[in-house]
DNA sequence: GTCACCTTAGAAG
DNA sequence: CTTCTAAGGTGAC
C-alpha cells in the first residue's frame, strides 16, 4: 500500500492510499507506535499528497463531531457488494444521529441481515469517516467495536448522541 | 462442510 | 426477566 501519517488531538492516525483512492485507516497504535520502517512502496499515486490533506481535514472534522466535507475518492473495491451497500449507506449517517443493526439491514434490502451488517461494520476498512460507530444495538445497547469500544464512545459523545 | 462474528425478534420457562 | 433458537453474509479452518 502506501502508509502516510495523519496528525490528530487524538493521535497519529496511518491512512493507506491505492490509485484509485482511500483503501484503509488505522487508530492510532497506543501501545507500540514502533511498526514501521515502511517497507518499498511501488506505486505513488497522482494525487497523493491532496488526498493526505483532505484525508486529514476530513478525520479532524469527523473526530470533532462534524460532518467530514469534502473527503477523497475512498476505494472500496476490497469489499463485497453487500459491504459496499453498507459502508455507503453509513456514510449518509449524519453527525448525532444513529441506526440499529435492524435498521441498516432494512435500508439497504436485507431485513434479515442483521448479523451480516455487524460482520460488514467490522470489517469496515475505513473507521471514522465511515462511521461504523454510529450503529448500536437494538434497545440502545452500544454492541461491540472492532477498534476499541473506547472510540465508539469518545465518537458519539463528542456528536452529542 | 463447520464455526464464529460489532445482532435480533420471538417463543418458552 | 432470563434463556434459547433460528436466521444472513463472509472468511478462516
Known amino acids: ?4 501519517h495523519i496528525k490528530t488531538p487524538d493521535g497519529i492516525f496511518t491512512a493507506f492510499f491505492s490509485e484509485r483512492g482511500l483503501v484503509g ?6 501501545s507500540k507506535s514502533a511498526k514501521k520502517p515502511v517497507p518499498v512502496q511501488r506505486d505513488a499515486p497522482p ?3 491532496e488526498w493526505q490533506l483532505l484525508t ?3 478525520l479532524l472534522k469527523a473526530l470533532a463531531g462534524q460532518r467530514p466535507g ?3 475518492p475512498l476505494d472500496l473495491s476490497a469489499g463485497t457488494a453487500f459491504q459496499q451497500s453498507v459502508w455507503a449507506l453509513l456514510q449518509s449517517i449524519p453527525p ?4 440499529s443493526y435492524s435498521e ?3 435500508a439497504i434490502g436485507r431485513p434479515k441481515a442483521v ?3 455487524g460482520q460488514a461494520c467490522g470489517a469496515n476498512p475505513i473507521p471514522v469517516l465511515v462511521p461504523c460507530h454510529r450503529v448500536l444495538a437494538a434497545h440502545g445497547g452500544l454492541g461491540g467495536f472492532s477498534g476499541g469500544l473506547e472510540w465508539k464512545i469518545k465518537l458519539l459523545g463528542r456528536e452529542k448522541a
Open 47 to 49: 494525487h497523493l499528497k
Open 1 to 4: 500500500m502506501n502508509p502516510s
Open 56 to 58: 486529514q481535514a476530513a
Open 115 to 117: 448479523r451480516a451488517v
Open 70 to 72: 469534502k473527503l477523497p
Open 96 to 99: 448525532g444521529h444513529t441506526l
Open 25 to 30: 485507516l488505522e487508530f492510532p497504535r497506543r
Open 104 to 106: 441498516v439491514a432494512r
